[in-house]
């Protein structure tokens, strides 16, 4: 219950003087007129809705009012409405009662709206159980089953009992979905055909609603008017009271009227909180000076009486006016302003509104010459300018000449639902300015502050392309409307003085289980020269040239997903040189189709890829296997570990489709790499590699089967499984170009033997403050593995379309590993966490001399051996976390054929203070001739400014690599960095400056 104050003056009333009632009545009247000459209010006007099941607004069940109590009790409850309706989602042993009858369930969604009659308010109830337990009726009679809706129409009290009330709409669930479908197909039946009245409450099983046509059913409903919430200060019940230095009174026939000087304070009270927050539980008015409008009938003395909102005409504000709803939930700082109780309106000259960006909890400040609040969560504004920062000139700003502003009524995810969701604004001669200088003109935006139509932008510098500008623009904000649910979209209009205009963009979207990328760009007149990553020169010649690339994924249910990607570029250096680090990085760029079908340990695949471009623009697979595989389409039935005999565990994979070799069919010279990295002259295809090794680019037909057997014993203390593994492929071609051993069937097999043990050992007696050691837990883990595996051909003697298949390994192959690790505790008393102080990971593996050596760098994979690269090595890696500051860690992979260290890796990070970051790490790769050396120092000098530094030393060339050094700035509304960045391979230097609005 919320308790009010009194009308209470703080002063001794005397009678108002004439010099102060002609200064008082001269400023009212200079106000009053800007709000007669305002433009009115709208008219409400009846609207039309969509019959979803979200309210009972506009409908009258035909039902007999019950003269009858109605209580709902759960352990918790969320309340929200909907126009006239309120909405309830019980959770947790729910029972409903009305009048005699009871229902019992563990949830429920309830719908309630009152309609007025001659005997009083009619209560319309609706409620939707998902699965009802049992209902109990005086007639011994029940209502069962699943997805159960009952209407009823009562006269009598609602009773709410419950422990734990949520305010806001919960999220949207499938449970929900069927409760709002159920009402939607109830209601749509009674508007198409109204039924006769029924004389008591009626429920509806879902099995009523099976197979019911809704073609013919009606989907919308005219709305009549005065179904909204009423004016957000005409609430009934809410009280007022006034405190000041001197208050006077002046009585009359039409209204009377208040006075108060010096540190007025007013506040308004709402006697309940409104769910919806579209109208206040509480405002707190002060100023200097202030004027109270009031019925005649109301008696404002110093008795001790509470004073209704509703006797009130209107509140003049002047002198430092400010504001404040709700706990602070928006503020209002005002020269004059006038609050009209009776139209539920407010105007403000020279004002300040402060509220919240919900999402972020950051400032969002409006000042305008005019503010007019027309309802709680709506302000219209002249010459203005808004945005995200407390200072009186934003950095970054929006001004416009006449502004909507317009917050959300609270959500499911609201933490309080007296707080709006998101703001959003609706302006119209729109400039954008950075600290208050226009730099920007725009005719309409409407979104929310962090859709701003400037995401970016960037100023740069290199020897490749010359001066350029980079801009990064939000499409929907700069048609002036907000963009879908789950959507972002990203507009680049870029210019480079040596490479002309580009323009691109990227949409993602993401709704359900629904989820698209996609990416446009291009360079429309090229007229520059590419510098590739291995540091070649590709001339270009007024081209146009981009990427285009998407990928869509539907679950469609919980078994079946859909996928589709697709990637086409213009050139073979495009990618190499516009997305570089996509070039060295991503995984492959393909053009394909996939669905699968799965549920419990069985899947169904169907597979399609086509490659559209004769080149390949992944670096890695250029390095490797120089080709990709149209795939035309192929099918896979897979099952895991389906168990027999409690005894076994039985795997398989079976895979029927068409495929094919498809070569990279450019040039060295046009993919901007060496000829010598293939072995061919710069103007040689790489295609005539495969042709000459015998290797067919024609399509095949391939049936693949893999079934494997394991048996697994565990122990306390030692897992040893056993397995066995068998492979056939069948051609419609027999290879006999590429080796006279291939044949159009193969087979492949493996056996072998999998064991680990586990030992530990905890010392309670270790401390070590210099180590930070507090307990010790020792952990020992050997392992060992052998496994033999044998093809019915040698290894080469078919075209690999999968690795595992056709480059499956043979051999015999010997791995004994041993993990070691140290554990402890840090944190403190009342803090302690286990941390792995010490991991140390040693392996040795020896393969048959019959084995194939196919990779310089030998690995064996356990759980699949046919992946395996065979040969003899060593492996070790560590990490140590010395402290929570500093962590090293290291790799090393030693190769025993032709002894020496074929990959290693080092590296440490340092975190000095919260404010300053060190690492450093060494990488040696022997195939590669890789022997590099990279830094790195992350300083923040100031909470505004931050450094950082990244320099790589080329041990091989004895040279400085690369170097990489950025200085940002932070803002309240935007980030600001300069960028230096040389590379040797490239040979370019490039300067860049960029100013990322993202944050406002």
Not at 210 to 236: F, H, I, K, S
Not at 783 to 788: E, G, K, M, R
Not at 886 to 911: C, I, K, N, Q, T
Request: aromatic share 8%.
């Amino acid at each position: 219950m919320r308790c009010t104050a009194p009308l209470r003056p703080a002063a001794p009333v005397r009678a108002a003087s004439a010099s102060r009632g002609q200064h008082v009545t001269r400023a009212l009247v200079a106000l009053l007129a800007l709000l007669v000459m305002a433009p009115p209010a709208p008219a409400q006007e009846a609207r039309e809705i969509r019959i979803d099941g979200d309210r009972l607004s506009g409908f009258v069940l035909p039902i007999e009012p019950l003269a009858a109590e109605t209580t709902f009790q759960s352990l918790r409850a969320r309340v929200w409405r909907v126009d006239d309706t309120q909405r309830i989602r019980l959770d947790g042993r729910v029972i409903v009662r009305i009048g005699r009858s009871e229902f019992r369930s563990e949830s429920a969604f309830v719908w309630i709206n009152r309609l007025p009659s001659a005997a009083g308010p009619i209560n319309q109830i609706a409620i939707y159980f998902d699965r009802l337990n049992d209902s109990l009726r005086p007639t011994g009679t029940s209502a069962a089953g699943r997805e159960l809706l009952i209407t009823a129409s009562t006269r009598g009290g609602i009773d709410l009992t419950v422990p734990l009330v949520d305010e806001g709409a919960p999220p949207e669930t499938a449970e929900r979905r069927r409760a709002e479908r159920a009402l939607s197909l109830h209601l749509r039946r009674l508007r198409a055909d109204l039924p006769p009245i029924a004389p008591r409450l009626t429920w509806e099983p879902g099995e009523a609603r099976a197979g019911l046509d809704t073609r013919d059913l009606p989907e919308r409903l005219p709305l009549p008017a005065g179904l909204d919430q009423p004016a957000w200060l005409l609430d009934p019940g809410a009280l007022v009271s006034l405190s000041a230095g001197e208050i006077e009174f002046s009585r009359g026939d039409l209204e009377n009227v208040i006075t108060a000087v010096g540190g007025v304070t007013v506040e308004y009270t709402a006697r309940q909180r409104d769910p919806s927050g579209r109208r206040p539980s509480r405002l707190t008015l002060t100023a200097s000076r202030a004027v109270l409008f009031a019925a005649p009938g109301a008696v404002m003395e110093m008795a001790d009486r509470e004073v209704s909102a509703a006797d009130l005409h209107g509140i003049y504000l002047e002198g430092a006016a400010t504001v404040i709803a709700d706990d602070d939930r928006y503020r209002v700082t005002a020269a004059h302003a006038y609050y009209d109780f009776r139209s539920g309106r407010a105007i403000m000259r020279d004002s300040v509104l402060r509220t919240t960006i919900r999402d972020s909890r950051r400032p969002l400040t409006a000042r305008a010459r005019e503010l007019r609040q027309v309802a709680e969560t709506e302000w219209i504004a002249r010459r203005v300018q808004v945005a995200a920062s407390e200072f009186h000139t934003g950095h970054l700003a929006i001004g416009a000449e006449h502004l909507r502003l317009t917050q959300s009524v609270p959500g499911a995810d609201d933490d309080d639902a007296g707080t709006p969701r998101e703001t959003v604004l609706d302006a119209r001669e729109v400039t954008f300015r950075v600290d208050g200088t226009p730099v920007l003109w725009w005719p309409h935006f409407r979104g929310t502050i962090d859709q701003v139509p400037l995401n970016s932008v960037s100023l740069r510098g290199g020897s490749d392309t010359g001066i350029g500008l980079a801009t990064n623009w939000n499409p929907w904000a700069l048609a002036g409307t907000q963009a879908p649910d789950g959507a972002r979209t990203d507009l680049r209009l870029d210019w480079f003085s040596k490479r002309g205009p580009a323009t691109g963009v990227r949409h993602r979207m993401e709704s359900g289980g629904f989820r698209s990328d996609v990416d446009l760009y291009a360079l429309l007149d090229d007229d520059g020269e590419d510098r590739t990553t291995a540091g070649r020169r590709v001339r270009h010649d007024g081209d146009f040239r981009g990427i285009g690339a998407a990928e869509l994924s539907w679950l469609a249910a919980p078994e079946l997903l859909a996928q589709a990607q697709g990637a086409v570029f213009t050139d073979a250096t495009f990618a190499n040189a516009w997305r570089t680090g996509d070039f060295e990085t991503r995984r492959e760029y393909e053009t394909s189709a996939f669905v699968r079908w799965q549920r419990d340990r069985a899947a169904l695949t169907a597979y399609a890829r086509y490659e559209p471009n004769d080149f390949l623009s992944n670096g890695w697979l250029l390095g490797s296997q120089a080709y990709s595989v149209d795939r035309l389409p192929e099918f896979a039935y897979r099952r895991i570990g389906d168990p027999v005999w409690s005894l076994f565990t039985v795997s398989s994979e079976t895979r029927v489709g068409r495929v094919r070799i498809r070569p990279v069919r450019s040039t060295p010279r046009e993919l901007g790499l060496p000829g010598a990295a293939f072995g061919l002259g710069l103007d040689d295809p790489i295609e005539d590699l495969f042709i000459a090794g015998g290797i067919t680019t024609r399509t095949v037909t391939r049936f693949d089967t893999r079934h494997e057997v394991t048996m697994p014993f565990n122990w306390s203390w030692l897992r040893i499984t056993p397995f066995l593994v068998g492979r056939l492929s069948a051609y419609d071609h027999d290879f006999a170009e590429l080796s006279p051993d291939a044949d159009t069937t193969a087979t492949w097999g493996a056996a072998g033997i999998r064991a680990a043990a586990r030992f530990q050992r905890i010392d309670d007696a270790v401390t070590s403050r210099i180590l930070d050691l507090h307990r010790l837990r020792h952990i020992v883990e050997p392992s060992v593995s052998i496994w033999y595996a044998v093809g019915s051909s040698p290894e080469g003697s078919y075209p690999v379309y999968d690795l595992d298949v056709e480059g499956a390994a043979q051999g015999a192959v010997t791995r004994l590993g041993l993990r070691n690790t140290l554990q402890t505790q840090r944190g403190g008393f009342g803090q302690w966490q286990t941390v792995e102080v010490l991991t140390l990971d040693a392996a040795v593996v020896l393969a048959s001399d019959d084995a194939d050596r196919t990779s310089p760098i030998p690995r064996v994979f356990e759980s699949r051996p046919e992946l395996s690269r065979l040969g003899d090595y060593a492996e070790a890696s560590a990490v140590w976390q010395a402290t929570n500051a500093l962590a090293v860690s290291g790799v090393l992979l030693y190769g025993l054929d032709d002894d020496r260290v074929l990959m290693s890796s080092a590296g440490a990070e340092l975190r000095h203070s919260d404010v300053f970051t060190t690492y450093v790490e060494y990488r040696h790769i022997q195939p590669a001739q890789s022997e590099l050396l990279s830094l790195g120092w992350v300083y923040r000098l100031t909470p505004t400014y931050r450094v950082s530094l990244y320099p790589q030393w080329d041990f091989r060339e004895d040279d400085l690599r690369s170097i990489n050094v950025r200085i940002m700035r932070s803002f309240p509304d935007f980030d600001f960095a300069i960028g230096l960045t040389y590379d040797r391979i490239r040979d370019e230097t490039s300067v860049a400056a960029s100013l990322n609005v993202a944050k406002f």
